[in-house]
C-alpha cells in the first residue's frame, strides 16, 4: 500500500510573514490527517525558516532544486548537504520550469536526482510532456525518455527512495488539469514502463500528479488507482485550498 503524498511547490512565492502564517495554519491540516504525508517545498532561503516553524509537527519539507556539486566555486547554487543540514527530507528535480528556463537536460536532472539520493534526500523527478507533444500523442515516448535517463544513470532500484512527479506542461498554472482519465493513463504507462525493469519497485514508487491540481479537482484524481497525491503549485499556497488537497488525499 503506497502512502498518498501530498507536496506543495511554493515556486518564487512567499515573505517571511507569509510562510509563517502558511506553515502554522498547516499544522492542524497535517496533525489530522496521518494517513497522508503532508510536505512543502520552499525556496531555499525561506528553509531554515521552515524548519523551525515546522519542528515537532507532522509536516515534512524539502527544497524547489539542488546542485549537482556538493560544494566549491559555483555560485548561487544550494548543495544537496546544505539543503540536508537544514532538515529537509526532499528535493523537486527536474520541475519543467528548471528544464525550461534553466536549460536542465534529462543528463542533469538524472544527476541531481543521484545527488540528492547520496545526501539522503528523497528527489522528486518531475517529468511531463509540452501541450505539442501532448497533442502529437507523444506523452509516453516523452515520459519513457526521461525516467530512462535517471534508470540508465541511477539504476531501477533506485526508485525505491524516490518520488514520481507527473506534472503535464500543459496543466501547470493554467487551469488546465488533466482529466482524472489522461492522468490515470499516463501513471499507469509510468508504472508499467518501471515494471517492465522491476516490478517490486514500480509497485511501490509513489507517483504523484501535478498541474493545477486544486481543491475541486483533487478528489478525483486522487481516487485513480495510479495517483499517489498531488504535487501542487498555486493552491499550495492558499491553506485552506491546500488542507482541503489533504483531505482528499486520505485513505
Ligand atoms: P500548479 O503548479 O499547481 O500551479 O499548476 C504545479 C507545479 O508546477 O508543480
Given at each position: 500500500m503506497r502512502k498518498p503524498l501530498v507536496m506543495g511547490n511554493w515556486k518564487l512565492n512567499g515573505t517571511k510573514e507569509s510562510v509563517t502564517s502558511l506553515v502554522n495554519a498547516l499544522k492542524e491540516p497535517a496533525a489530522q490527517a496521518p494517513s497522508v504525508e503532508v510536505a512543502v517545498c520552499a525556496p531555499a532561503i525561506f528553509i531554515g525558516l521552515v524548519e523551525s516553524l515546522a519542528k515537532d509537527t507532522a509536516i515534512k519539507y524539502g527544497s524547489e532544486d539542488v546542485d549537482v556539486?556538493?560544494?566549491?566555486?559555483?555560485?548561487g547554487e544550494n548543495s544537496p548537504e546544505m539543503i540536508k543540514e537544514f532538515g529537509c527530507k526532499y528535493a523537486i528535480v527536474g520541475h519543467s520550469e528548471r528544464r525550461a528556463?534553466?536549460?536542465?537536460t534529462n543528463e542533469v536532472v538524472a544527476a541531481k536526482y543521484k545527488a540528492a539520493q547520496e545526501s539522503g534526500l528523497i528527489p522528486v523527478l518531475c517529468i511531463g510532456e509540452s501541450l505539442e507533444q501532448f497533442e502529437a500523442q507523444q506523452t509516453a515516448e516523452v515520459v519513457k525518455t526521461q525516467l530512462k535517463a535517471v534508470i540508465d544513470m541511477?539504476?531501477?532500484?533506485?526508485f525505491e527512495n524516490a518520488v514520481i512527479a507527473y506534472e503535464p506542461i500543459w496543466a501547470i498554472g493554467t487551469g488546465k488539469t488533466a482529466t482524472p482519465e489522461i492522468a490515470q493513463d499516463v501513471h499507469a504507462t509510468i508504472r508499467a514502463y518501471l515494471a517492465s525493469f522491476d516490478a517490486e519497485t514500480a509497485e511501490k514508487v509513489q507517483i504523484l500528479y501535478g498541474g493545477s491540481c486544486n481543491a475541486k479537482t483533487a478528489p478525483d484524481l486522487f481516487?485513480?488507482?495510479?495517483?499517489?497525491g498531488g504535487l501542487v503549485g498555486?493552491?499550495?499556497?492558499?491553506p485552506l485550498d491546500f488542507a482541503a488537497i489533504i483531505k482528499a488525499a486520505e485513505v
Open positions: 556539486h556538493t560544494k566549491g566555486a559555483f555560485t528556463y534553466h536549460n536542465e541511477n539504476g531501477i532500484k533506485s481516487k485513480q488507482p495510479d495517483i499517489d498555486g493552491a499550495s499556497l492558499k
